[in-house]
């Protein structure tokens, strides 16, 4: 009863887009996915995106943050629409997967209704949202955010990136700055399918992940000021050196994250660091470096927070270095809607599919959305331990297929009306 899915025409998809700022590694060697948001990789994966969406014969609109989305008309106009989408920009090492499953996925459930014929009682809408990763503007869920109301549009837009290019600027140079309204109207459910980004679902077995909700994130950029001086005159005790402050700080995330007092699942990054002026011979006098935090539980994250403020402030004073510190990104932990997921895993166990429900430790669209609607997410295992943000990312064609079919059932049953 419900239609079969193409997984050859997703994978073909998904290998497609792949190509769309496709680099060689340094590191590894590998190629793979450089689109980080707004710059002329991600105009020509929109571009490429949205033109499927178009021959799809999807009605669609792009906002004034540069959402993209498409809408397939059902029989009722009255009543609120499914919505399924992600994103299609990338960090600047990532790999084929990350958000281009969701996004490639929900077409895939269109292509798929079109040649079956089909129509829905709910339109369905699906779409990219701009700049998920943060890696270029420093905050996540950048669109998402904006259409689901926690960033207001002119914050969004005076967000620039290291040299100073801001997000408005970035949207008018693609041509992707749209007329459309950025709030979205609420929909009568979100789902979004994306690969796990983790070991879980992979070590245990399983088919497919039910993902319950996504951990708390809170990002910082540091400032560390201190004083630049010759590395072979400079006495070690006449020192202000921020690089070696920075590697203090690394090194207490790491203790933090490890010690359990912020439970099991704390984790800690330092995942920037840029030392001033950067050479061989100078003691570095400023460093700007980024702390990212993750924890399932806000109470332990705020303690968290708390600490890591304290031994900042004492480092400072110890060491003569200036510290200061501004919060570039932050989202408390979020549930996803039990209904959904029941709908998800009914459909999961209709196929005789082993599954997890799991936590997502990797931020996500479909959290934003699940401030205004009912929302739940499916995740698809990858390989190598389910490594991501990196271009040894894989999933096999035949998982894939299995979230997007499970995707795909879960838009019928929630049209239903
Ligand atoms: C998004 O990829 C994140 O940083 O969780
Ligand atoms: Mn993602
Ligand atoms: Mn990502």
């Keep these: 009863m419900f239609p079969k899915i193409d997984g050859e025409r997703l994978w073909a ?14 590191v590894s060697g590998l190629v793979g996915v450089n689109r980080l948001a707004l710059t002329d990789a ?9 033109g499927w969406f178009e021959a799809a014969g999807l009605e669609v609109r792009v906002d004034r943050i540069g959402n993209t989305y498409g809408v397939r008309r059902g029989r009722r106009r009255d009543l609120a629409r499914i919505m399924a989408g992600s994103h299609i920009d990338s960090v600047p090492t990532g790999g084929a997967f990350d958000g281009c499953l969701g996004v490639l996925g929900a077409l895939e459930v ?4 079109n040649d079956a014929g089909l129509s829905t009682d709910r339109d369905l809408e699906i779409g990219f949202f701009t700049d998920e990763e943060g890696a270029r503007f420093g905050t996540d869920m950048l669109g998402s955010a904006t259409a689901c109301g926690r960033l207001p549009i002119e914050t969004a837009y005076g967000l620039a990136d290291k040299d100073g290019t801001t997000v408005k600027g970035e949207l008018e140079r693609i041509g992707f700055l749209g007329p459309a309204p950025e709030r979205v109207t609420p929909p009568a459910a979100y789902v979004e399918c994306h ?3 983790g070991p879980i679902l992979a070590t245990r077995g399983r088919d497919l992940g ?6 708390a994130i809170s990002w910082y950029e540091l400032t560390l000021e201190g004083k630049s001086a010759h590395a072979g005159t400079t006495p070690m005790g006449l020192r202000k050196d921020a690089g070696l402050v920075a590697s203090r700080i690394n090194v207490e995330l790491h203790r933090m994250a490890t010690s359990g007092v912020y439970g099991a699942e704390m ?24 702390v990212d935090l993750r924890n399932p539980d806000d109470a332990a994250m705020a303690r968290a927070e708390a600490d890591l403020f304290g031994f900042l402030k004492a480092l400072a004073a110890e060491t003569g270095v200036a510290i200061t510190w501004r919060q570039t990104a932050q989202t408390h932990s979020v549930k996803f809607s039990e209904v959904v997921l029941s709908v998800i895993t009914a459909r999961m166990e ?21 401030a205004i ?10 390989l190598y331990d389910g490594i991501s943000h990196n271009p040894r990312e894989y999933s096999t064609p035949e998982a894939c297929a299995r979230g997007v079919q499970i995707l795909c059932e879960t838009m019928l049953e929630l049209s239903k009306t």
């Design 110 to 113: 269109v292509r798929t209704l």
């Design 350 to 370: 209709a196929h005789g599919l082993s599954y997890e429900r799991i936590l997502s430790g990797a931020g996500h669209d479909a959290q934003e959305f699940a």
């Design 13 to 26: 998809s998904i290998q497609d887009l792949a190509k769309v700022g496709a680099y060689t590694d340094s």
């Design 42 to 50: 991600d105009r020509d994966g929109r571009r490429l995106v949205r």
């Design 210 to 215: 039910a993902v319950v909700g996504v951990q």
């Design 373 to 382: 609607c009912p929302t739940a997410m499916i995740f698809v295992p990858g």
């Design 195 to 197: 690969v796990e980004q």
């Design 267 to 290: 984790r800690a990054t330092m995942g920037r660091f840029d030392p001033v002026p950067d050479r061989v011979n100078i003691v570095p006098g400023r460093v700007i470096c980024t």
